[in-house]
């Protein structure tokens, strides 16, 4: 086994090689760009070395550099990860040449799956099952077309040198053909420098499984049975899980041996995924196979309890499969959820920005001490490459973290998924945690009814407004901005002061509020009262006034309220004037419209203090020659029973005090005289 590697990644794959680096006593080296220099991976790992800046060209794809780096370091191997260098023939010959070994397949074997008609032929040799279609050399247009019609429409084409779903068309009729032809060919020819097509019958409403499959370099290969990926948007996998639910004992066994035949096929050494097309009657066609360790892999380490790195580790360097086929056994389900920093509401841009408060649910992170069997036995797994305070950049994939729950059975999973999804809090970019709890609820992927047209059949549903906990979560906020209003905020202020001095006294308070819904959107203001009177409190909003109690929770951020007859429990974190509140399984954010600023900003700069209302002068806070701060309260008025604080609008010195307590005073008069510095 080796004793150093190098990781040649970022995000929370370094962070799980390293993990298992750890624990089989492996040091390993990180990589890091400028834009990472804090990142979480570098400090998974034992050493690190800078190799450039921020963007991927600059670092992550920079073959010689890393490779220096592995020489520098005494790195015996490379794990590449996924994406970045992870199939890049390039990047695993100069491995070889260096005498590093690549944890990976042979160059020779990324090549063969590298071309999809090169890959369909040798498929078609080893008897994989292929889509009806032609994958062949001779690309004259007018074959083509014969062939499309010989197949029957529809059809689709594919770019040869395409994958993940780019350089697709798909062609209805006949007289389509030759333009739909001509189109494909320019986009691929543009996209992958390489124009060749094949064509394959175009089927409705496929799933997409795959299978995980194993080989060492003594001729063993097994398969780690099958994942269902069908949840996708746009060719992003959504939510993944294993076994893929519904098949058939014979179905399974087929599948995982045809895609060990694949992997026979190309020599394959290593973790490799075969990915196959499902018709609804349980038909699977050979699509392509990814010569890499997968982002969904977890799904199989949970029902398998194998730890596929420590499987790549022992395969690379030169030790025989750990299990036979045999010995592999699959227990209960799991499924993953991709946690992304993006923006539903905005076509599912990517979101970046400072993870202000990030919160996941009780789980195991992947670490030194959770190998996979250990995580096997906590249901919930959490795999992040990012923690609160850091950054999510416009450089890189724009994950947060994988969620992987583990269930004895797909209900069990589903239940425990959702209420882990529940528990996500993040402050900061948008996140599709909501999106995916609405997919996890959903009807057809509650009855495993699933297929890669999911999402958009379903786009309405997945996308309608649900009904939030709002009045809850607005006594939380209030509770937490009058916890904060009540002390520590502005230390010993005088309006400190006041909420304790007229606390028998009975008085009402106006909080300014703005709700700020998911899809950013900000609502109109409104305001709630909130009312003591001895022991008595209560909050007015929307003109219905309910008793109110609050109290500061154990945990930090913790609040408990009453609010009528409903109760929550829930963490309100403050990020300047935005309230977030997470309770109840939902997350609500409120703008606190502060209107004691707002009063002061009115009368910015003019040094004048008038009345915004008539009502009564019911406390003076100044005294003439007192030094004020911008936004210092220095008058309390009492209208229509409910209580206004006037600020200073800017910092200054009061000259002048012109009314005192119990006076009555006309809407606009002047309180007070504030000499502006
Ligand atoms: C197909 C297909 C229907 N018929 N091939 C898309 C990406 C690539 N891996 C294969 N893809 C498809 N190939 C035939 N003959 C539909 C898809 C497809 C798809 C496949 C898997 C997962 C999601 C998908 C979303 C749209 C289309």
Same mark, same amino acid.
Request: proline share 4%; aromatic share 6%.
């Given at each position: 086994?080796?004793?150093?590697?190098?990781?040649?990644?970022?995000?929370?794959?370094?962070?799980?090689?390293?993990?298992?680096? $750890?624990?089989?006593?492996?040091?390993?080296?990180?990589? +890091?760009?400028?834009?990472?220099?804090?990142?979480?991976?570098?400090?998974?790992?034992?050493?690190?070395?800078?190799?450039?800046?921020?963007?991927?060209?600059?670092?992550?794809?920079?073959?010689?550099?890393?490779?220096?780096?592995?020489?520098?370091?005494?790195?015996?191997? /490379?794990? *590449?990860?996924?994406?970045?260098?992870?199939?890049?023939?390039?990047?695993?010959?100069?491995?070889?040449?260096?005498?590093?070994?690549?944890?990976?397949?042979? %160059?020779? !074997?990324?090549?063969?799956?590298?071309?999809?008609?090169?890959?369909?032929?040798?498929?078609?040799?080893?008897?994989?099952?292929?889509?009806?279609? +032609?994958?062949?050399?001779?690309?004259?247009?007018?074959?083509?077309?014969?062939?499309?019609?010989?197949?029957?429409? *529809? %059809?689709?084409?594919?770019?040869?040198?395409?994958?993940?779903?780019?350089?697709?068309?798909?062609?209805?009729?006949?007289?389509?053909?030759?333009?739909?032809?001509?189109?494909? @060919?320019?986009?691929?020819?543009?996209?992958?420098?390489?124009?060749? %097509?094949?064509?394959?019958?175009?089927?409705?409403?496929?799933?997409?499984? &795959?299978?995980?499959?194993?080989?060492?370099?003594?001729?063993?290969?097994?398969?780690?049975?099958?994942? #269902?990926?069908?949840?996708?948007?746009?060719?992003?996998?959504?939510?993944?899980?294993?076994?893929?639910?519904?098949?058939?004992?014979?179905?399974?066994?087929?599948?995982?041996?045809?895609?060990?035949?694949?992997?026979?096929?190309?020599?394959?050494?290593?973790?490799?995924?075969? &990915?196959?097309?499902?018709?609804?009657?349980?038909?699977?066609?050979?699509?392509?196979?990814?010569?890499?360790?997968?982002?969904?892999?977890?799904?199989?380490?949970?029902?398998?309890?194998?730890?596929?790195?420590?499987?790549?580790?022992?395969?690379?360097?030169?030790?025989?499969?750990?299990?036979?086929?045999?010995?592999? $056994?699959?227990?209960?389900?799991?499924?993953?959820?991709?946690?992304?920093?993006?923006?539903?509401?905005?076509?599912?841009?990517?979101?970046?920005?400072?993870? $202000?408060?990030?919160?996941?649910?009780?789980?195991?992170?992947?670490?030194?001490?959770?190998?996979?069997?250990?995580?096997?036995?906590?249901?919930?797994?959490?795999?992040?490459?990012?923690?609160?305070? #850091?950054?999510?950049?416009?450089? +890189?994939?724009?994950?947060?973290?994988?969620?992987?729950?583990?269930?004895?059975?797909?209900?069990?999973?589903?239940?425990?998924?959702?209420?882990?999804?529940? !528990?996500?809090?993040?402050?900061?970019?948008?996140?599709?945690?909501?999106?995916?709890?609405?997919?996890?609820?959903?009807?057809?992927?509650?009855?495993?009814?699933?297929?890669?047209?999911?999402?958009?059949?379903?786009?309405?549903?997945?996308?309608?407004?649900? @009904? @939030?906990?709002? @009045?809850?979560?607005?006594?939380?906020?209030?509770?937490?901005?009058?916890?904060?209003?009540?002390?520590?905020?502005?230390?010993?202020? *005088?309006?400190?002061?006041?909420?304790?001095?007229?606390?028998?006294?009975?008085?009402?308070?106006?909080?300014?509020?703005?709700?700020?819904?998911?899809?950013?959107?900000?609502?109109?203001?409104?305001?709630?009262?909130?009312?003591?009177?001895?022991?008595?409190?209560?909050?007015?909003?929307?003109?219905?006034?309910?008793?109110?109690?609050?109290?500061?929770?154990?945990?930090?951020?913790? +609040?408990?309220?009453?609010?009528? #007859?409903?109760?929550?429990?829930?963490?309100?974190?403050?990020?300047?004037?935005?309230?977030? /509140?997470?309770?109840?399984?939902?997350?609500?954010?409120?703008?606190?419209?502060?209107?004691?600023?707002?009063?002061?900003?009115?009368?910015?700069?003019?040094?004048?203090?008038?009345?915004?209302? *008539?009502?009564?002068?019911?406390?003076?806070?100044?005294?003439?020659?007192?030094?004020?701060?911008?936004?210092?309260?220095?008058?309390?008025?009492?209208?229509? $029973?409910?209580?206004?604080?006037?600020?200073?609008?800017?910092?200054?010195?009061?000259?002048?005090?012109?009314?005192?307590?119990?006076?009555?005073?006309?809407?606009?008069?002047?309180?007070?005289?504030?000499?502006?510095?």
């Amino acid at each position: 086994m080796f004793n150093k590697i190098l990781i040649a990644n970022r995000g929370e794959i370094a962070c799980r090689v390293a993990a298992t680096c $750890k624990r089989l006593g492996i040091a390993s080296v990180a990589v +890091y760009s400028d834009a990472d220099a804090d990142a979480k991976h570098v400090s998974a790992c034992d050493e690190a070395v800078h190799i450039g800046g921020a963007t991927a060209a600059e670092s992550y794809l920079r073959v010689a550099r890393i490779i220096e780096a592995a020489r520098a370091t005494g790195a015996q191997a /490379v794990h *590449p990860g996924y994406g970045f260098l992870s199939e890049n023939e390039d990047f695993a010959h100069a491995c070889e040449a260096a005498g590093i070994v690549f944890i990976g397949p042979p %160059v020779e !074997a990324i090549a063969a799956m590298g071309s999809k008609a090169a890959a369909k032929a040798l498929m078609h040799a080893a008897a994989v099952p292929l889509v009806p279609g +032609y994958h062949g050399d001779d690309q004259n247009p007018e074959l083509l077309h014969r062939e499309a019609d010989a197949i029957g429409y *529809p %059809v689709l084409l594919k770019a040869s040198a395409g994958g993940g779903g780019k350089g697709m068309r798909v062609v209805e009729r006949s007289e389509d053909f030759l333009a739909a032809l001509a189109s494909c @060919k320019r986009e691929a020819a543009s996209s992958f420098g390489n124009d060749r %097509v094949l064509i394959e019958k175009y089927l409705t409403r496929p799933r997409h499984v &795959e299978v995980q499959v194993f080989a060492d370099r003594h001729g063993g290969a097994v398969y780690l049975f099958d994942r #269902d990926c069908s949840v996708q948007r746009r060719h992003q996998k959504v939510l993944e899980e294993a076994p893929a639910p519904g098949l058939s004992a014979r179905i399974k066994r087929e599948m995982g041996e045809a895609a060990v035949a694949a992997a026979r096929a190309v020599n394959y050494v290593g973790a490799g995924t075969v &990915e196959f097309i499902m018709t609804a009657t349980g038909d699977f066609y050979f699509m392509e196979m990814n010569t890499r360790l997968q982002v969904e892999h977890p799904v199989t380490e949970m029902i398998t309890g194998q730890d596929l790195v420590e499987w790549q580790l022992r395969v690379a360097a030169g030790q025989p499969l750990p299990l036979t086929q045999d010995q592999l $056994k699959i227990d209960g389900h799991a499924i993953e959820a991709r946690i992304y920093a993006e923006h539903p509401a905005r076509g599912f841009l990517p979101s970046t920005g400072t993870l $202000k408060h990030l919160r996941m649910p009780e789980g195991v992170e992947f670490t030194i001490h959770a190998g996979a069997g250990e995580s096997r036995k906590a249901p919930v797994r959490i795999d992040s490459g990012v923690r609160e305070g #850091d950054t999510i950049t416009p450089f +890189y994939d724009p994950m947060i973290a994988k969620l992987i729950v583990h269930g004895a059975t797909r209900e069990e999973a589903l239940a425990r998924m959702s209420r882990a999804l529940h !528990a996500c809090e993040v402050v900061g970019p948008h996140t599709n945690v909501e999106f995916l709890q609405r997919i996890v609820e959903s009807e057809p992927f509650a009855t495993g009814d699933l297929d890669t047209g999911l999402i958009e059949r379903h786009h309405e549903a997945l996308f309608a407004s649900v @009904k @939030k906990p709002f @009045k809850e979560a607005l006594a939380l906020a209030c509770a937490a901005l009058l916890t904060r209003e009540g002390g520590t905020a502005h230390g010993a202020s *005088p309006w400190d002061a006041l909420s304790h001095w007229r606390l028998n006294s009975g008085f009402t308070q106006t909080l300014g509020w703005l709700a700020i819904e998911s899809s950013g959107e900000t609502g109109s203001p409104f305001t709630v009262a909130f009312a003591r009177d001895g022991a008595t409190q209560t909050l007015e909003h929307d003109g219905v006034r309910e008793a109110f109690s609050w109290s500061s929770g154990a945990g930090l951020h913790e +609040y408990r309220a009453t609010i009528g #007859d409903a109760r929550a429990t829930g963490r309100v974190f403050i990020d300047g004037d935005t309230f977030h /509140v997470f309770c109840l399984g939902h997350a609500l954010a409120f703008e606190w419209q502060n209107l004691l600023a707002h009063a002061a900003d009115a009368e910015h700069g003019e040094g004048r203090l008038t009345a915004p209302m *008539p009502g009564k002068v019911i406390a003076v806070l100044v005294e003439p020659g007192a030094v004020v701060e911008k936004g210092t309260p220095l008058i309390v008025m009492e209208a229509m $029973k409910m209580e206004h604080t006037i600020g200073a609008p800017a910092a200054g010195t009061v000259s002048e005090v012109l009314y005192a307590v119990g006076d009555q005073v006309a809407d606009g008069a002047q309180l007070l005289v504030l000499d502006v510095q």
